[in-house]
């Protein structure tokens, strides 16, 4: 273990619901649930305790749904479960690499998982447990995003990891603007300002008002999550007021 000379003790990951699935599919892809699991581990492996804040949209969005006429309550309550099947699977994808974890639910499921308590959370990182959270808030008009920027809050991790399919933030979509620049490095406040879609609004000002650094990066890449975690400047990182 060489977590003394590494720029962060404790990280949040948050993990979309799309790095669940396989290329232009929905649910769950066995082989991304793999490849998730094993860069998770890798950084495990490093000493960094970690806590994975799981997302539901391969499965299920209830924006969508209540634009389709379902009641938006009932709606994102399905999204809540769908961020619980993802999380069912990044732990026996975590647990068969012989990775200790924990999954924590918002909304009680006592078959499942265990309740979240942030105390019992703490302790989980403590004993080099990755733990898994899923549910999101348990409230629903959230996000996972949300969610992710309330837990590192309340856990006191040093930075939120969004793993994304795209290396970083751009001034326009890359994959329909060929002159599409990635910036290195953003304020919270030019996030905000020019609607950048990285996280959702309130995620971004819980995180400016905390001052958490994010850093997106593409996860899809073997070995990206440990370069970002050993200081490589891969990316774009947001932060500062
Ligand atoms: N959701 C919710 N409250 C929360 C978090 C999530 O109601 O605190 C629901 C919401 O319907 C959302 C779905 O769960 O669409 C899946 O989460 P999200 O869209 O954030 O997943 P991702 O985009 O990361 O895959």
Not at 95 to 107: G, S, V
Not at 125 to 145: H, M, Q, S
């Amino acid at each position: 273990m060489e977590s003394a000379k590494l720029p962060f003790k404790r990280v949040l990951l948050k993990v979309t619901g799309e790095a669940f699935c396989d290329k232009g599919a929905q649910g769950i892809g066995f082989g991304s649930v793999r490849h998730l699991a094993s860069e998770i581990k890798g950084i495990a492996n490093l000493g960094i305790e970690i806590a994975v804040v799981v997302g539901g949209g391969n499965i299920f969005r209830g924006s969508e749904a209540s634009e389709k006429g379902m009641d938006r309550v009932s709606a994102d309550n399905m999204g809540m479960m769908a961020t619980m099947i993802n999380g069912l699977a990044l732990q026996n994808a975590l647990e068969e690499m012989d990775c200790d974890t924990r999954m924590l639910t918002a909304i009680d499921i006592h078959q499942l998982a265990e309740p979240y308590v942030r105390r019992r959370a703490i302790r989980h990182l403590e004993k080099d447990r990755v733990i898994i959270l899923a549910g999101g808030t348990g409230n629903p008009y959230f996000t996972t995003d949300t969610t992710a920027s309330l837990r590192a809050m309340e856990l006191g991790a040093q930075v939120i990891l969004k793993a994304t399919k795209v290396d970083g933030i751009y001034d326009a979509d890359p994959m329909k603007v060929s002159t599409a620049r990635k910036y290195k490095e953003l304020k919270f406040i030019d996030v905000l300002r020019d609607n950048l879609k990285v996280m959702d609004a309130a995620a971004i000002s819980l995180c400016m008002e905390n001052d958490v650094p994010i850093i997106v990066f593409d996860m899809t890449v073997t070995g990206n999550i440990k370069r970002v975690l050993l200081g490589e400047k891969i990316g774009t990182i947001v932060r500062g007021k």
